[in-house]
């Protein structure tokens, strides 16, 4: 089976009426969202990852993706989570970050439209991108302490990392879900991209850290 290489090919696919057929009237939605939705995701290094909203999703009502899940993988598709309407809303709350995302960045493969767009609960919000940021710059850290670090090859890793955490950032100071990660780094300014950081000595690390912290820092201020 062709591995499916683009989002007009998977929307053109078989893949739809197979979710619709297999899930039946249990399906509200089947979305893509996460990384294959941002920019610099390449098909060929990781597949398209598509979540569920379902009226139940009991064992017994996940096994007919379970029987579908190798197939999916041929074509290069990975199923994600599942969740209910139900759980979405105190998960709004419990993890308001990732949320964030599926309500702005999805892309429907069968079903409804997976969150509404709406007020995002701010004080969990900041909360969640202080601890990602902090948690952010732990691991930073102790990835400078390995054996042959190399910085100009991990800046990139983390800026796929930071991204989704600077996109939540930004919607929380201007009110406005980013267009691109251009538009990120523009409006925070201290914060260089994978490419400029990679070209970077000593100095450019430290600024980094400190450009990370006093974000973390200010966040709610």
Not at 36 to 57: A, D, G, H, T
Not at 156 to 184: M, S
Request: one cysteine or more; charged letters at 15%.
């Amino acid at each position: 089976m062709q591995k499916i290489l683009t989002l007009q090919e998977l929307k053109s696919s078989e893949w739809p009426t197979l979710l619709e057929a297999a899930l039946s009237n249990n399906l509200v939605s089947a979305f893509l969202h996460g990384d294959c939705l941002m920019e610099k995701y390449s098909p060929l290094q990781s597949p398209w990852n598509i979540s569920f909203i379902l009226r139940s999703n009991s064992a017994e009502d996940l096994k007919p993706l379970q029987d579908l899940a190798e197939r999916a993988s041929r074509s290069n598709i990975s199923f994600g989570y599942t969740f209910t309407a139900d759980e979405i809303i105190s998960l709004w709350h419990e993890f308001p970050l990732e949320f964030l995302h599926i309500a702005y960045r999805n892309v429907v493969i069968a079903g409804a439209v997976p969150i509404a767009q709406g007020a995002a609960p701010r004080n969990e919000l900041q909360k969640e991108c202080q601890a990602e940021l902090r948690g952010f710059l732990i691991q930073m850290r102790h990835q400078m302490m390995t054996p042959k670090f190399n910085f100009s090859k991990t800046a990139k890793l983390w800026e796929t990392k930071l991204l989704p955490i600077l996109y939540g950032v930004y919607f929380l100071q201007t009110g406005e879900y980013p267009a691109t990660a251009d538009q990120v780094y523009m409006y925070l300014q201290n914060i260089p991209n994978g490419a400029a950081l990679s070209t970077g000595g000593i100095e450019s690390q430290n600024a980094y850290l400190n450009a990370i912290e006093a974000l973390a820092n200010n966040l709610g201020v």
